[in-house]
């Protein structure tokens, strides 16, 4: 077991007669539980009315929410959690949807709160929060219903026509009687006609949408070809002459539907990835009033208002503290991973993290008026100038369309000097033989295909864009902390006074620092699995922590504040320090005993990822709002040259511009809410899955590990992904260019028509599934990304 | 020939059977989740030892 969180779910698992889990299960899940007493508290939240306004339906007795599972891998989570969950006295219905992670619960209000269930949840490893389902869900499900529709109609509506296609076609050789041939062609127009109006509907109104804003895109080629060829056929039916063509309409909208439909999974299954991200936890305050505190809905905080945060809550809205000492994280905010110190005065930023001792804060700001907000609008004005990208098919099918007129034209021209009689069939067997089907599958199988790639390495494209933008990057930027580092110290060097041990100075550090909140005591927490006992233990905010261990009178913190003037020696210095090091003095009541050096950890990865990067030809640069000293040093260990530090949201959003000012089509990685705008200004962003959510409401992409080497690989499956598509453009265009000779020439008939458009359009198709290949990874080829 | 005009409109009913039926497999849902049920029968819900099945036996089974 790894860690406490792990034991308690394998208990509760095994308790509750569920070890077939283990049996059945295919993917082990990955990464350490939170402990559960951790999360109860804020659980407890979603019982609250207010809360459970927006996304619970029914106020009676009988409730019913829509929850997303974390942590689901396999079909076997699906089956335990609802097993588990079912169990649960008060519970009337839970059942888990594996494809989407979603789950809808109803229960019981007098016998059961909804924090129950979702505590039980928890208890087995799951995490579990509610959502509102009535954003995307519905819309995704009725997308998903109507090309489900469009596709059987298709489906059938073609099979069928090709069956007494086959009946018109032997005719053709063995000839058939007038009477016969009618009838057969009135039949398969009856099929084909449903298929023409119905299942390719949303290709005829989007290429009116095109038409109507002057621009050609892909649905043009595809509604003409499909209209003409229907239309003659048609005529041909009614006045019983030329050829029919109601085989190759029908197969042309089956395959198209069927690409599309493709298309719209992917999209559907990073959208539902990215919503999971985003989390319906309302922040919570508490509010002092007369009468002592009353929880409250952050919302609802008005200017005036005090509030109470005890330690590792989270600020609730701007303001001034009038009581208390602590020091509070605001490394989302501004990208300085040590806390700062804040006093009795001092100005706090809504959304930033109180550390280590309560404070009461009275609120100065709200809503629109909040630091918070004014980077929301500075993302607003960012992701209203997001740079446009072509779509390269679409270029490709403008010229298409207008070569394929002027061609029609031509043709029709020649043939009534040559065969009035024949003009307008020999005209039309060319504008169906030259299908666009091939030039518009070209690009949505590929991309299709490519995204399913990535979101099999841990990232999830949410715009279409992603990848011919990522192809084009010259330059990736890179946010410091929290995206190349953890945002978190880490012991990096000890040097001890004359005649004192390492080991039992490490334990004593860590026996003052064993309740403390601080990211400090994290940092001694690794090392030490048993403190030892403290006695007498008094953090100073911002400073550091007295107390007693073994008998001494020890003090760990800032050396200004442990160096007493009376005291002796300094420890040596072991050699030179970093400039971002931060650097903790350990002395008892006579002389300093240790000096500790910490520094913000690196993510695995990082200097392989930048090298591999670099050998890709991308220029790397560093933008963070940390201290200069801190951004260089980093730069300089993970080998990025240009690195500016102590940047405001809007510099960094300026120092971007000017990159792509310059020409450069930049990529931006980031995960803090100071790192949205930049990352809504970039041509593609990345954001970590463990960052702000504002920051992934604003990223492209969001990156679900904490594996950077994903990102080369996502910028090779990129480039690929566009050569790909460039070779299917070529290839329908080669084709078509082959084909219309024969068909100007008066040589084709439907059925080779019909068979020529197919196998474009299969070649097409198996070309782009090249693309589900894993490029080159570190030695885990095939692995799920989770 | 004339059997095409017994056949041929039987084809016409039979496809339009067809897609009535998948429409209402559409909306009954049918499509909303696509890899659990294929998984979710080779789970054992009727194993005694799990909750709500009763008799909770400490043999296990092989």
Same mark, same amino acid.
């Not at chain 1, 940047?647 to 450069?664: F, I, N, S």
């Given at each position: ?30 990464? /350490? ?32 929410? $829509? ?51 979702? *505590? ?26 109507? +090309? ?9 509506? +073609? ?16 000839? *058939? ?21 119905? $299942? ?20 043009? =080629?595809?509604?003409?070809? #499909? ?42 299954? $990073? ?6 991200? #985003?989390?319906?936890?309302? !922040? +919570? ?8 505190? !009353? ?11 005090? #509030? ?30 040590? =806390? ?70 031509? #043709? ?21 033989? !030259? ?78 620092? /064993? ?43 800032? =050396? ?41 950890? &690196?993510? =695995? ?95 492209? +992409? ?66 782009? &599934? ?6 080159? !990874? ?9 | ?62």
């Amino acid at each position: 077991m790894c860690c406490p969180g792990c034991a308690a779910v394998a208990r509760a698992i095994v308790e509750g007669g569920l070890e077939d889990y283990y049996r059945y299960r295919t993917v082990t899940p990955t990464g /350490q539980r939170e402990r559960v007493p951790d999360i109860l508290s804020e659980l407890t939240l979603y019982d609250r009315e207010e809360v459970q306004r927006s996304f619970v339906s029914g106020t009676g007795e009988q409730r019913e929410a $829509a929850l997303i599972l974390e942590g689901i891998v396999c079909a076997a989570c699906a089956w335990l959690s609802e097993r588990h969950v079912k169990e649960l006295p008060g519970v009337v219905d839970f059942s888990v949807n594996y494809t989407t992670h979603r789950a809808r619960l109803s229960w019981d209000e007098t016998r059961i709160k909804l924090s129950d269930v979702l *505590m039980a949840i928890s208890a087995i490893g799951y995490r579990a929060h509610p959502f509102d389902p009535s954003r995307q869900e519905g819309v995704y499900r009725q997308e998903r219903a109507r +090309m489900l529709k469009q596709l059987a109609v298709a489906g059938l509506g +073609m099979m069928q026509v090709m069956m007494v296609a086959v009946g018109l076609y032997a005719g053709d050789y063995g000839g *058939m009687s007038p009477e016969t041939r009618s009838l057969l062609r009135w039949i398969s127009f009856a099929f084909a006609t449903p298929v023409v109006f119905y $299942a390719a509907r949303t290709f005829f109104s989007a290429a009116w949408r095109d038409l109507k804003r002057r621009a050609l895109g892909m649905d043009v =080629p595809v509604a003409l070809a #499909v209209a003409t060829a229907y239309g003659a056929s048609t005529w041909a039916t009614l006045i019983g002459t030329g050829e029919v063509y109601f085989d190759s309409v029908t197969m042309f909208v089956f395959f198209l539907l069927v690409g599309r439909f493709l298309e719209m999974l992917a999209r559907h299954r $990073a959208g539902q990835t990215v919503e999971a991200l #985003v989390h319906l936890k309302p !922040t +919570m305050a508490r509010r002092l009033d007369r009468d002592g505190e !009353t929880a409250v809905v952050a919302s609802e905080l008005i200017v005036g208002d005090s #509030v109470r945060v005890r330690p590792g809550e989270v600020i609730p809205a701007d303001g001034l503290v009038t009581e208390g000492t602590s020091s509070v994280n605001e490394s989302l905010l501004t990208g300085e991973y040590l =806390p700062c110190r804040r006093v009795v005065g001092d100005v706090v930023v809504g959304g930033s993290i109180n550390v280590e001792s309560p404070l009461t804060v009275r609120v100065a700001a709200v809503g629109a008026d909040s630091v918070l907000s004014a980077v929301i609008q500075l993302l607003d004005r960012a992701l209203a100038e997001k740079p446009r990208l072509a779509i390269v098919a679409d270029r490709v099918a403008g010229w298409f369309v207008g070569g394929l007129l002027l061609m029609a034209i031509g #043709v029709y021209a020649f043939w009534s000097w040559y065969d009035p009689a024949r003009a307008f069939w020999v005209t039309l067997s060319v504008l169906v033989v !030259t299908c666009p089907c091939a030039l518009s599958l070209a690009m949505p199988v590929a991309l299709t295909a490519a995204t399913g790639t990535l979101s099999r390495l841990g990232l999830l494209a949410t715009r279409g864009h992603v990848l011919e933008a990522l192809s084009r990057t010259t330059d990736i930027v890179f946010d410091k902390t929290g995206t190349l580092t953890y945002g978190r110290p880490e012991l990096v060097g000890v040097a001890v006074a004359e005649g004192e041990d390492i080991e039992r100075c490490l334990c004593w550090a860590a026996a003052l620092e /064993q309740d403390s909140e601080h990211p400090v005591a994290q940092a001694f927490r690794v090392y030490i699995d048993t403190p030892l006992p403290a006695t007498a233990l008094f953090a100073e905010p911002g400073s550091g922590i007295t107390g007693q261990v073994e008998g001494r009178q020890l003090r760990i913190g800032r =050396p200004d504040w442990v160096a007493r003037t009376d005291m002796m020696a300094e420890p040596r210095s072991f050699g030179v320090g970093a400039a971002e090091d931060g650097v903790v003095w350990l002395a008892d009541e006579t002389r300093v005993l240790a000096e500790f050096r910490l520094r913000d950890r &690196l993510r =695995p990865g990082v200097s392989q990822a930048i090298e591999a990067l670099r050998v890709l030809g991308l220029r790397v640069h560093m933008l963070s709002g940390d201290t200069q000293a801190a951004v260089t040093d980093v730069a300089q260990r993970v080998g990025v040259n240009e690195a500016i530090g102590g940047l405001a949201p809007a510099d960094k959003l300026a120092a971007l511009r000017h990159l792509q000012a310059a020409g450069a089509t930049v990529a931006m990685v980031g995960d803090g809410v100071n790192d949205a705008p930049v990352l809504a200004g970039a041509d593609v962003s990345v954001a970590l899955a463990s960052g702000a959510q504002l920051a992934h409401a604003s990223a492209d +992409m969001v990156l679900l590990s904490d594996r950077l080497l994903r990102l080369p690989q996502a910028v090779v499956v990129s480039r690929r992904c566009l050569r790909i598509v460039k070779q299917n453009l070529t290839w329908a265009v080669g084709y078509n260019l082959m084909a219309v000779p024969l068909a100007a020439s008066g040589w084709l008939t439907p059925w080779m028509a019909a068979i020529g458009m197919s196998a474009s359009s299969l070649v097409v198709v198996m070309n782009a &599934l090249r693309l589900r290949d894993l490029p080159e !990874t570190d030695g885990k080829g095939r692995e799920a990304a989770v | 020939m004339t059997i095409l005009y017994l056949l041929l409109p039987l084809a016409v009913f039979l496809a339009i059977l067809a897609i009535v039926a998948f429409i209402w497999t559409v909306k009954s849902g049918q499509y909303d989740d696509m890899d659990g049920p294929p998984q979710r029968m080779l789970m054992d819900d009727d194993d005694p030892r799990l909750p709500g099945n009763g008799v909770r036996r400490a043999k296990r089974r092989p």
